[in-house]
Structure formats: C-alpha cells, structure tokens
C-alpha cells in the first residue's frame, strides 16, 4: 500500500477567534521497529473540540501519553498555553491544567469512589473538607453522586468510564485528554457519556477525544485528526474527514469500524 502525501505542512483549520491552547510540531516517538507517532502537527484551540481517529495502533494513545509527560518525545514540540511542556513530569504538566483519562483504567478499587477523586482534588486543595466537597460536586456532575461512598471496585463498567473521568476532570483542567471514554458502552449509556462531554465543554473546558465509536465522533467534535501509520492523513470538519477517500481506505471502510454500535 502506498502511504498518502504527507500534508503537515497544511494550516490546521482552526476557527477565527479561538486562541490556541494545544499546539503539536513534529511530534515523533519510536519503539524499537515501530514508528508509533511521526512528525504530527496538530492544534487544539480555546473551548474546542477535538477528536484523533484512526486504525488500532495508528498511535492516538502514544500521542496522548507525549502530550502528557508520560512518554518522552524522540522529536517535536508540544506547548500548551504558551509553555513549553518539553521535560515536564506528568504532575507538572497537569498542574498547567491539561488532564487526562487512561484507556486501561486503573481506579484504586478498594477505595471508595469518592476517594478515587480526592486523589485529583487534593492536587488542587490542600484543604481535605474542601477536597471532598470538589470531589462530590464533580461525582454529582457525571451522575454518581449515589456511589460516592461505594468501594470503586464495585461499579459497572460505564460506572467505571464516568469515575475516570471524573478523576480527570477533579484536577480542573483547561483542556481534557478523553482515551476512549466510551468503548464496550450500549448506545444509551454512550449517548450519556457524549451529553457529559458535551456539558463538560459548556464550562469553557477544551476536549481532545480519542474514539472508535463515530457516531459519538461524528455529533461532538468540531474538528478531527486522523492518524494512521502514527503520521496525521487527515485533517478538517467532520463531515469533510468522512467523505475523505484516505480516510475511508485507512479506517472508516473498516468492517469493525462500520458495524461499530452507536
Ligand atoms: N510502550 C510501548 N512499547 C512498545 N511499543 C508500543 C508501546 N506503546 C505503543 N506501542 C506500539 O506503538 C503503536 C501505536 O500504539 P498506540 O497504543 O498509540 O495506538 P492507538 O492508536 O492508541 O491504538 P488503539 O486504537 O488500539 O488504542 C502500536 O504499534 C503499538 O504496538
Ligand atoms: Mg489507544
């Protein structure tokens, strides 16, 4: 298969008016034989939102684990909010007001929800009382208010996706990393978690979402970045990106990605 024309030098298709806050240059990292991310640009502005699609191991994770300090990058630049996030620690960079959720979640199962949370709002509030109650507004938020003094490891698995991002949204972030927030989900508990973003991004917070479930995809972002290969193949609105014929080669002619539900 021939690889498409790169076209990272093309202007992101940012809207007037909307200052930058996420800003990808030439961002690469390799492991051993594999070229997980290369040269990607990419911009997430002020209050956006933004979807990364692509094929499974096109690299979306590898992207958001360089953004967030948890991978150093071989080669690029990532700024946020006008800093440089070069050789940051992932506290820092979350400290600057970039969060995100893990694919593979790991809540601490034995603590109950609302502790889960305290862990991120404790980085904001010293002050233990005033942790819980950040903590409890934000659980009232996505819907689990009821489970707050339940042991984590009793929810469900949608349960489970709205405490992830929960935690994130604890550390009252600027913009929101989401890794597929809403696999393995049913439709309604997926139009859920779409309505939370959606609410989530009202309050002036920005989104940057990686998911396989277009339709969700297709209804929230106001722009999307494909990935395959670790390299970006396309760039734009919605509606332009799924008409695209590389795109539809790379990922949305996929029969899993076709069939996918919601
Ligand atoms: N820590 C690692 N060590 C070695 N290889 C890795 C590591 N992390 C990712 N990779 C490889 O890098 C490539 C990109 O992986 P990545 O997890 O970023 O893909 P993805 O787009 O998130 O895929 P998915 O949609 O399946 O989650 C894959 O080939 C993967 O096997
Ligand atoms: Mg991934």
Redesign the pocket.
């Known amino acids: 298969m021939t690889a498409p024309a790169p076209i990272s030098n093309r202007p992101p298709t940012r809207q007037a008016g909307q200052a930058l806050l996420l800003d990808v240059v030439g961002l690469s990292?390799r492991?051993?034989g594999?070229q997980?991310?290369k040269d990607l640009d990419f911009t997430v502005a002020e209050g956006e939102i933004v979807a990364l699609i692509?094929?499974?191991?096109?690299?979306?994770?590898?992207?958001?684990?360089l953004i967030s300090g948890f991978?150093t990058s071989d080669a690029g630049r990532v700024t946020f909010a006008g800093r440089d996030l070069r050789g940051l620690a992932p506290h820092q960079v979350n400290a600057l007001g970039l969060a995100r959720t893990f694919?593979i979640m790991r809540p601490f199962p034995r603590l109950t929800v609302v502790r889960n949370v305290m862990i991120a709002t404790l980085g904001r509030h010293a002050d233990v009382a005033e942790a819980e109650r950040r903590a409890r507004a934000v659980l009232d938020e996505l819907g689990l208010g009821a489970k707050a003094d339940r042991p984590a490891g009793g929810l469900t698995l949608a349960e489970r996706k709205r405490l992830e991002l929960a935690r994130a949204l604890g550390t009252e972030p600027r913009l929101l990393l989401l890794?597929?927030v809403m696999s393995g989900l049913t439709d309604a508990e997926t139009e859920r978690i779409v309505e939370l973003v959606r609410a989530i991004n009202r309050r002036g917070i920005a989104i940057l979402l990686?998911e396989?479930v277009m339709r969700a995809v297709m209804s929230l972002a106001q722009r999307i970045v494909v990935?395959n290969y670790?390299e970006r193949i396309a760039e734009g609105r919605p509606e332009s990106v799924a008409n695209d014929p590389r795109v539809i080669e790379a990922y949305l002619g996929d029969e899993e990605v076709a069939r996918a539900p919601a």
């Open positions: 990292k492991f051993g594999v997980a991310v692509g094929p499974n191991g096109a690299g979306k994770t590898t992207a958001f684990a991978l694919q890794d597929e990686i396989h990935l670790g």
